[in-house]
């Protein structure tokens, strides 16, 4: 009977659908809405629903793609909870509709409509809720894992929420990196705020102090669980492991799942909140202290005036809109004030609760905007939810681990037990970071760790723990040294000092071994950046230590440093790991200011020195003679004398920028002068090798890093400039760009700091890499435009030459006058140098052309002037006529405001390699352009051409590729580079003849601006047919046959360029 039934209802659901299929495309949106959930509530009902009406199940599928976004967040929301709802049925049936459904989920993860990509990040995290082992951990870091970058910022929020909730259950170890990535875009740290501890288990769970630990270790050896098994997949799974998970579990797992750049942006998150907690403090301090005093007074005004900063910067700070702090500040309840300054006061042990009193004090007390304020967004950017029981946990863990790897040398540290002790050792540093009154509770316990470590003679200790720990020690020093810890007697801070004090000479002697690599075993298997890393670590632990009161230890310190100099001196093989080591500890000592006098000895520079040349002229490791991809932008892998290389530059530069202000240009010159010479002898070395590019990027940093600060000798930064400017290489370009754009954004450096960084784009011949430059110059244009309006500064103000970025130009006239490659540019139509101009004026311009009739003056007012270096030379009048051209081209593409085009009416600073000239007039009206040369409305590029020597050609002018040759200004002839690249390719000579013919035929008249519009796959599709065909009047042979394509291709775009450069412009 039953059976007949579902027949005829089947029967009839068989005459319905064709009917009701239609209407899914109905022009009308609503219906379309009714038709699509009917259809989802039918294929819901039964299994078979979906491959018994295969085909209006396909058209069903295609609402996905449906013109209109409400329907196509409808689709992944009806998908979602398909999803969820086969889950009850059975796990083949939940198979199969993640098959079916979630590919199309993921396709609207990209939907050009944000709303779209929201809906689908929630349908995304609510299928891999429900059915987690349906959807593995590569799938989604690919799709959902991506939408963290996306540009709209809700889509971002949803994507870091939802993925913080599902790590808190699943464990995945790349989601933690991907959810700090959002610091990277707009509004990325209140975000992070709000989603930080939903990765976490609850605060509450706390390993009890009396119970065992044998629910999270099975032995000293191998620690509590791997990784696979944290991993929970099935419903059951997620509950049990939720359950068992403490904070602090949860807390060193994930610090363990973060790579080394994230893991920095935790410890900067983290010690952002004791920071605020400092300028709330001073803040509640000041409300107390302005009530007694004369608001009329210079005192109170300068009081007024402080407190109205503070109000400014924490609003900034934590992003509040509605005026929360003048609310807080000027509640008249003083139960509010008292608050702050209790849960804000040092010495706390017990953040959680704080957290929880400061929310209920609030209550009732203030506005309900000002509440939920406190309550959702400030009290979580205050502090972490920490408490002593979790400081006790870890060094409960540390201990017991640590112990049953130190005390057995024949225990072995498996990668699972590393991380995890890793991850241990990281939670504590990040504890330390956000509440520093633990690192006194920590202090003893810490030491003891250091010494059983280092004391050990196990091989197998990973040297990453060794570092962790010196960090907690340091940290520990710190703040005993700012807080005067010493007097403190709660909670054994002033004790942990004592016990330290008189342990003072073992751990004095335990960081010296550390610091000139006496401790062997540790170090035995370790890799010279590792020793490097050790030592580094080690001296900044022992010269932190040394400024604790009661701990201080001038003389052992001497002893350490006179130790390295003499082992520096005496040492006969340069290329060792101890030699690394011995570098980063003096690095280490240079950048403090109690050691660094001891350092300005001209006989230790002397045998650096002599270390560092012998290193860049090492050739015995193999993997330096490697080659570089053309287009390789990533890190290079490092040799050992590559490593000595690179502790030796930075060891000088950190020895010459150690000087007092006014010694540090007279110590800076020389240092330039040895990094110069090291330069030139890395150039004798074939410049597109690993070993030589990993050097260039060693030097060319540090020489980078020593020009930050004005020298009075502008001939050593025209050098330093021809030799960054003249780099080929990109993964040493890139490398170099990016370190300067770092200095630019954390020092205080000048508008010739910035012209330095554009100048790069000299090199810069192809559209990725000039993109990423001009990526690069955009977060620098963005940074100075901050600085501007904090500092009020305007372009007439001395300010000015540190923060617009229109003051570069006189820097990047002067340096481009007197480049290596003027001569080959001038020749050539400037193509290299109108990128700089491109460069700069798309920065300037990107926000509106206000600043264009500043601009004209500046120009204006430096062709009016002569150089000091040479008075009789007109290249600089020259650049200012070019760059007066490109920016009219820039300006033609954009609306200009009649504003923009008047004469700017204030005064213009020029640098003092400037000066008045005579005949002023006459220069601003001649004009030194030759009218020949060709502008570009865009950044022009060329690809590089290719010669035997790997060096470049064209438009640009041929910049060989020998570092010494573009020092020295040599430019390459246009017939050697033509003859090379012909010698290049084995070709026969009458294959080469009909490439040519093929060419000329085809090309004909063309100008270069006709050349650089025609496609190559048509030039190719010529190719083919002349290479087919051939001519009567070839002698063909067989060698024809054996030719291979791609070297003909590779012949005919060197000929094309060559055909390009003989073009005229126009």
């Not at 990973?462 to 570092?467: A, C, L, N």
């Amino acid at each position: 009977m039953s059976r007949g039934i579902n027949g005829t209802a089947r029967g009839s659901c068989g005459q319905l659908i064709p009917g009701i299929l239609p209407y899914l495309e109905h022009e009308i949106t609503d219906i379309r809405l009714l038709i699509l959930r009917g259809f989802f509530m039918a294929f819901g009902a039964h299994e078979a629903a979906i491959s018994t009406y295969r085909s209006a199940f396909v058209t069903l599928l295609s609402r996905f793609n449906d013109p209109k976004h409400t329907l196509r967040i409808e689709m992944v929301q009806l998908a979602a909870s398909a999803i969820s709802a086969s889950t009850h049925v059975s796990a083949s049936l939940a198979e199969e509709r993640v098959c079916e459904l979630l590919p199309f989920v993921e396709m609207r993860l990209v939907d050009p409509h944000a709303l779209v990509r929201r809906a689908a990040v929630i349908a995304y995290s609510d299928v891999v809720s429900a059915a987690p082992s349906l959807v593995t951990s590569d799938r989604m870091e690919k799709s959902l894992g991506l939408r963290v970058a996306d540009k709209n910022p809700k889509v971002r929020q949803a994507a870091v929420e939802r993925l913080s909730s599902i790590y808190q259950t699943l464990l995945y170890p790349w989601i933690p990196n991907v959810v700090m990535q959002c610091l990277n875009a707009e509004g990325g740290v209140p975000l992070l705020e709000s989603s930080f501890e939903s990765m976490l288990p609850p605060p509450s769970r706390v390993m009890p102090s009396d119970a065992s630990f044998s629910t999270f270790s099975s032995s000293t050896s191998t620690g509590r669980r791997s990784a696979q098994a944290s991993m929970a997949l099935f419903d059951f799974e997620k509950e049990s492991a939720t359950r068992e998970r403490t904070y602090v579990d949860g807390f060193a797992k994930m610090c363990s799942h973060l790579n080394f750049k994230s893991f920095n942006k935790l410890l900067t998150f983290a010690a952002k909140k004791a920071q605020l907690r400092l300028t709330i403090l001073r803040l509640f301090q000041m409300r107390a202290e302005v009530r007694n005093t004369d608001l009329k007074s210079l005192e109170g005004q300068e009081m007024i005036n402080n407190i109205h900063r503070l109000l400014n910067f924490l609003q900034t700070m934590t992003h509040s809109e509605k005026g929360e702090w003048d609310a807080l500040f000027r509640s008249k309840d003083d139960k509010v004030s008292k608050a702050f300054l209790s849960c804000c006061a040092d010495r706390h042990f017990h953040y959680a609760k704080e957290r929880e009193l400061l929310v209920k004090t609030m209550k009732g007390r203030v506005e309900g905007h000002v509440f939920r304020f406190v309550q959702e967004s400030l009290s979580m950017q205050m502090m972490l939810p920490i408490e002593v029981e979790h400081v006790n946990e870890l060094l409960a863990r540390l201990r017991e681990a640590l112990n049953g790897i130190c005390n057995d040398a024949r225990t072995k540290v498996s990668a699972e037990m590393r991380c995890e002790v890793e991850g241990l050792l990281r939670a504590l540093l990040v504890f330390g970071h956000t509440a520093p009154s633990f690192l006194s509770h920590c202090a003893v316990p810490l030491v003891d760790f250091v010494e059983l470590v280092c004391q050990s003679s196990n091989t197998t200790i990973p040297t990453s723990w060794v570092i962790l720990l010196l960090d907690c020690v340091t940290e520990w020093a710190g703040y005993a040294k700012t807080t005067d810890v010493d007097n403190k007697e709660r909670d054994g801070g002033g004790a942990s000092v004592n016990i330290l004090s008189s342990r003072k000479k073992g751990l004095f002697t335990t960081l010296g071994r550390l610091c000139v690599c006496g401790h062997e075993p540790l170090l035995r298997d370790a890799t010279p950046e590792m020793v490097g890393a050790v030592c580094k670590h080690a001296a900044r632990c022992f010269t932190a230590l040394v400024g604790v009161n009661s701990a201080q230890e001038s003389k052992a310190l001497s002893q350490l440093v006179n130790s390295i100099f003499a082992r520096i001196r005496s040492t006969t093989t340069p290329a060792t790991s101890s030699v690394v080591g011995w570098l980063k500890a003096l690095t280490a000592f240079a950048k403090n200011r109690t050691v660094a006098p001891l350092l300005q000895d001209e006989s230790l520079t002397r045998s650096i020195t002599e270390l560092l040349l012998a290193a860049v002229r090492d050739k015995t490791d193999a993997e330096d003679l490697a080659k570089v991809k053309a287009k390789r932008a990533d890190v290079l892998p490092i040799s050992l004398a590559g490593a000595v290389v690179d502790a030796a530059t930075k060891c000088l530069t950190a020895i010459a920028r150690c000087q007092s202000a006014d010694g540090i240009v007279t110590a800076v010159a020389p240092t330039i002068n040895i990094l110069l010479a090291a330069y030139k002898a890395a150039s004798e070395r074939e410049s597109n090798t690993v070993g030589a590019c990993r050097r260039r990027i060693s030097i060319n940093q540090q020489l980078a890093k020593l020009v930050i600060r004005p020298s009075s000798e502008i001939a050593k930064e025209l050098a330093v400039a021809v030799v960054l400017s003249a780099e080929e290489e990109m993964v040493v370009r890139r490398s170099v760009q990016n370190k300067m754009t770092f200095h630019i954004m954390h020092n205080q450096c000048d508008m010739r700091y910035v012209a330095l960084l554009i100048l790069t784009v000299v090199s810069e011949e192809t559209k990725s890499g000039y993109q990423h430059l001009r990526l690069l110059l955009q977060q620098v244009g963005d940074h100075l435009r901050s600085k501007q309006r904090s500092s009020g500064a305007t372009l007439s103000s001395p300010e000015a030459l540190t923060c617009f970025l229109e003051y570069t130009i006189p820097f990047l006239v002067f340096f481009m006058a007197h480049h290596t490659f003027y001569s080959s540019e001038k020749e050539n139509h400037f193509v290299a140098y109108q990128r700089v101009w491109h460069l700069l004026f798309e920065e300037l311009y990107r926000h509106g052309t206000q600043c264009a009739s500043f601009v004209v003056e500046l120009l204006a007012r430096i062709k009016q002037a002569d150089e000091a270096v040479d008075r009789e030379s007109h290249a600089a009048r020259l650049l200012c006529d070019l760059g007066s051209r490109v920016m009219q081209a820039c300006l033609g593409q954009r609306q200009i405001s009649a504003e923009a085009l008047k004469r700017y009416p204030g005064r213009v600073l020029l640098p003092t390699f400037f000066i008045p000239s005579k005949s002023a007039t006459e220069a601003l009206n001649t004009i030194f352009l030759d009218a020949k040369v060709h502008i570009f409305p865009h950044a022009p590029f060329r690809a590089p051409t290719a010669a035997a020597t790997g060096g470049r050609g064209g438009v640009a002018g041929d910049k060989t590729p020998s570092l010494a040759r573009a020092a020295e200004a040599d430019v390459g002839d246009d017939n050697l580079v033509l003859t090379a690249a012909k010698a290049k390719f084995d070709l026969p000579p009458n294959v080469r003849q009909r490439i040519d013919r093929a060419l000329d035929a085809f090309i004909g008249s063309m100008t270069q601006e006709e050349i650089v519009k025609v496609l190559w796959s048509e030039v190719k599709q010529r190719l083919r047919e002349a290479m087919v065909g051939g001519d009567d009047n070839d002698d063909s042979n067989d060698d024809d046959d054996d030719v291979d394509e791609a070297n003909v291709m590779e012949y005919a775009k060197e000929q094309l360029r060559q055909i390009y450069e003989r073009a005229p412009p126009q």
